[in-house]
Each structure stands twice: as C-alpha cells, then as structure tokens.
C-alpha cells in the first residue's frame, strides 16, 4: 500500500486539480511531474521521474 509521507504533504504546493499542477510543471525551469496525494487528494510535483509510478485520475 502506496503511503505519502505528511510531511512532503505539508510541505509542498497544493494544487486543486492536475490542469493546475501541469500549468506550474509548464512554467517550472526543471523537470517536474505532478501526481495526485493519497493524503490530500490534491495533486504535488515532484521531480523524480523514474521508478515512480504516477497516480492518474480515473476516467
Ligand atoms: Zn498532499
């Protein structure tokens, strides 16, 4: 069972919905990616890009 620690939680942005957290990926100057917090359900970028399976919304 996937578990997102609090504290990188609290400590990162909050973004509301994932067209949000694509928009600041666009305007950020490295590689990020945004995936959905099981804590929060918001979604947080992250700039690990491998061995990181990224949440996608159903639908
Ligand atoms: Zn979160």
Do not use: N
Request: glycine share 6%; proline share 3%; hydrophobic share 30%.
């Amino acid at each position: 069972m996937k578990r997102t620690r609090l504290r990188i939680c609290t400590a990162k942005r909050r973004y509301g919905s994932e067209a949000d957290a694509q928009a600041a990926v666009e305007q950020a100057t490295i590689i990020l990616r945004p995936y959905r917090c099981d804590r929060c359900g918001q979604f947080h970028l992250t700039s690990r890009t491998k061995g990181k399976r990224i949440a996608r919304p159903a639908g």
